[in-house]
């Protein structure tokens, strides 16, 4: 529903007034004092820093937030707390996702897609109330595709082995699904699966695992090839390992129940703090705070906090300690606990994700952010006074705001970050105040609320740092012989070492070299493959992997396999390494297929599953045996690929 011009003039000075008091009561701090510690400096720069006083006299918001010096500046009041969680919890019952382990019924849609807009970031371009976000009920609404959508899709599909359909027919399957319980040992296995993934992307995984591992003990009991296979293609697959532990533990040491308090699910394997508030606040009530990076960006927008979520002041202290401030002001007959939690990471995900506008009257804490009031005061600063973004004035404030940064610095903002993040967003202010706001005081108004208020969420919390990802080049030994037996293709696999990436998991053999990551200037992705390809030419590969393979293998009683694996000749499959991304480390795969089924007969007594020389398990499995162990996304793109070079030489001859 849009604004009328007039309701948002007077809701934005209602609100203005209304923080004013609690922001200047918070910084505990008077003119007096603050115009004292400026007077420190020296000849221009004190005039300078008093300059800027000046200008923010009348702008208290903005003026409280540069010059805070302590991190109780971000401190939620009593009364903000209990309004903010009254709003939030009324939000998330109408209008949140309907999930399997929220005890919903089918049918499922946990996308967020559209919410904000295609944009990354708020743009600095007007928000438009009607265009620019979705409704979050329309969610739940059948999707069309358009011709691109289509081809776009049909794409990214090929190119995932089949999982981005995979995905979409399981989840249009679950209509048909009774509704799961709401259980702590559902919110446990939800809460690990959507660690760094996707909601919609987790709910078949979730579904299936449920189908199959129902309860703790049915987990326990499990061996641990089927663990995987029911966990195959989320990735992160230590998650699994841990759960599957987690769940002996219980057995073992609890009588198969999960503890209910938060110390108590700490003694759990793979759960952690942030894992355990969340088990115990949903399913067992318990008051307390959960805290995920959802959660931080919508608590740094709330209380202007400029450090990026993913540092640890804020997301190991400063964001708990705001959460249990909302905590606190819940009213414990009405609200549990677990609403506000699941409220908060659900607004982080939709209205408040990175691209959030936090002008949107749908998004249930617009009149909250300080972050958008912080941009609006800042805007009004803009638009009444257009020599203030000069060059020269643009200079002296960086260095007045410099120095008011290490004289009032807060630990949770840091030295320099209010500075950077003022300019920042006067400088694109600077560029929007060139579109001159001509039009009558009305709609002028709201104008500036559209066009300056999103900027608020587009600089607050700043972007966390990238950190560039490790690279290797992979050579991969595709090896398989078809048995005369059944005439049934096998393939040899080994598993990975227990320990480290992709732990236990079954993979064709491989080897490694590591290429450290530089500190050059930033290339193109293909100019960065073909130079690390460059630095290893195919004959050096090939022997890296022949003398891999043959370290490998021991004799078997029945066939030097050793011998025969090296006689094999293989053949590149493709003209370029494939690219397969993990959150650290870019491995770029090149293959080699060969085919030993006239050197080796598998029916001939040789043996199916060995141990390599370093105490690796070895198999040879067919593609329904692979099903059954569980196989990574990684090895479902070489399998694509061998199989997709194959049709293509038939097709030739």
Not at 551 to 564: A, E, G, I, M, S
Not at 630 to 640: D, E, F, N, P, R
Request: charged share 30%.
């Amino acid at each position: 529903m849009a604004h009328s011009s007039s309701s948002l003039t007077k809701r934005s000075e209602r609100k203005l007034k209304a923080d004013t008091k609690n922001l200047e009561e918070i910084s505990g701090d008077s003119d007096d004092s603050e115009q004292n510690d400026f007077d420190t400096y020296d000849g221009g720069s004190r005039t300078i820093d008093s300059t800027l006083l000046s200008i923010l006299d009348d702008k208290p918001i903005l003026h409280s937030w540069v010059t805070h010096k302590d991190v109780s500046f971000h401190n939620f009041s009593a009364e903000e707390a209990k309004a903010i969680t009254i709003s939030l919890v009324e939000w998330y019952r109408q209008n949140r996702r309907k999930l399997p382990w929220r005890g919903d019924s089918p049918p499922f849609d946990g996308s967020t897609a559209g919410v904000n807009g295609k944009k990354k970031r708020a743009s600095t371009k007007s928000v438009k109330d009607n265009d620019q976000q979705k409704s979050i009920q329309k969610f739940f609404l059948p999707r069309t595709k358009t011709a691109s959508h289509r081809k776009i899709s049909s794409k990214r599909n090929a190119l995932n082995g089949g999982h981005l359909s995979n995905i979409s027919k399981e989840i249009s399957k679950t209509e048909s699904l009774d509704t799961l319980p709401l259980t702590a040992y559902g919110v446990w296995v939800s809460e690990i699966m959507l660690q760094q993934t996707r909601v919609e992307a987790v709910i078949p995984y979730y579904l299936k695992w449920m189908k199959r591992f129902p309860t703790i003990r049915s987990l326990a009991l499990a061996s641990e090839d089927d663990v995987n296979s029911h966990w195959a293609g989320l990735g992160f697959y230590r998650r699994a390992r841990m759960l599957h532990q987690g769940a002996k533990r219980i057995m073992n040491d609890y009588n198969g129940e999960m503890p209910s308090t938060v110390d108590g699910l700490l003694c759990i394997e793979g759960i952690g703090p942030y894992t355990a508030s969340a088990v115990a606040s949903i399913a067992f009530n318990v008051k307390v705070p959960v805290v995920d990076g959802n959660v931080c960006r919508v608590l740094s927008r709330l209380k202007g906090i400029t450090n990026n979520i993913k540092a640890p002041v804020v997301k190991d202290d400063v964001g708990w300690k705001l959460a249990e401030q909302l905590m606190a002001a819940i009213d414990n007959k009405s609200v549990r606990a677990g609403e506000v939690n699941q409220a908060l990471m659900e607004l982080g995900a939709t209205y408040c994700a990175p691209n959030g506008s936090g002008i949107d009257e749908r998004d249930p804490l617009v009149g909250y952010y300080l972050s958008t009031k912080i941009a609006l005061e800042m805007g009004d600063l803009v638009s009444s006074d257009a020599s203030f973004l000069n060059k020269n004035a643009t200079a002296s404030l960086q260095d007045a705001l410099a120095r008011v940064g290490k004289s009032h610095r807060c630990k949770v903002c840091g030295e320099g970050e209010i500075s950077n993040v003022f300019i920042e967003m006067m400088e694109d202010m600077k560029e929007l105040s060139r579109h001159k706001l001509k039009d009558t005081l009305d709609t002028k108004s709201k104008k500036m609320y559209e066009t300056y208020g999103p900027l608020g969420h587009k600089y607050l919390p700043t972007v966390p740092p990238k950190k560039k990802k490790r690279e290797e080049i992979v050579a991969v030994a595709v090896i398989h012989a078809r048995s005369t037996q059944h005439g049934q293709r096998h393939w040899l696999m080994i598993k990975r070492p227990k320990k480290g990436l992709l732990a236990n998991q079954w993979e064709f053999p491989s080897c490694s070299v590591v290429i450290t990551p530089t500190k050059a200037a930033k290339q193109s992705k293909d100019n960065e493959s073909k130079q690390l390809s460059a630095k290893f030419s195919s004959k050096e590969r090939r022997l890296a992997l022949d003398k891999f393979l043959i370290d490998q293998f021991v004799d078997t009683k029945f066939l030097p396999l050793d011998t025969k694996i090296s006689e094999c000749k293989r053949k590149t499959v493709t003209s370029s390494p494939l690219v397969h991304v993990f959150s650290h480390v870019i491995h770029h795969m090149w293959v080699e297929v060969g085919d030993v089924t006239d050197l080796i007969d598998l029916k001939a007594g040789i043996e199916m599953q060995w141990t390599s020389k370093d105490g690796r398990e070895l198999r040879w499995l067919s593609e329904e045996d692979m099903k059954d162990v569980g196989i990574t996304s990684g090895v479902k793109k070489i399998l694509a690929a061998v199989h997709s070079t194959n049709t293509s030489r038939k097709r030739k001859l």
